[in-house]
């Protein structure tokens, strides 16, 4: 019922920046309002992990504790869109970013997550 379509990813030095966008097309019934939305990250090797995750009306917002102060995650309901601007990128954000739609709640864990875009590669070199 959700398609995600992630962009903005790249190639970066270390401290530059980055807005990650994703966009999403929902199925008629259904609003973008609708889902809690989150980005998760999944560096070569690694399992994937959770970055930060909004609730439906951007009422709250929840960060990991390895990205807080340097991440904000935001979302459009009207152009359907989700964001995630990351600052002072380090060598050890690199990985491929995936953004997820949830009916329940904005948690941590990507089991929660129904719908998953394809991801966007971030590189950031040293």
């Known amino acids: 019922q959700v398609q995600l379509v992630e962009s903005g990813g790249g190639y970066v030095q270390a401290g530059g920046s980055l807005r990650l966008s994703c966009a999403a097309s929902v199925a008629s019934g259904v609003s973008f309002s609708d889902y809690a939305m989150a980005w998760f990250r999944q560096a070569p090797g690694k399992e994937r992990e959770f970055v930060a995750s909004i609730s439906r009306r951007s009422d709250y917002t929840y960060y990991a504790n390895s990205v807080r102060g340097g991440v904000t995650i935001s979302r459009d309901n009207v152009k359907n869109l989700v964001y995630l601007q990351m600052n002072s990128l380090g060598p050890e954000d690199t990985a491929v970013y995936y953004c997820?739609?949830?009916?329940?709640?904005?948690?941590?864990?990507?089991?929660?997550?129904?719908?998953w875009g394809q991801g966007t590669q971030v590189t950031v070199s040293s």
């Open positions: 997820g739609a949830d009916l329940g709640g904005y948690g941590s864990s990507w089991g929660e997550y129904e719908y």
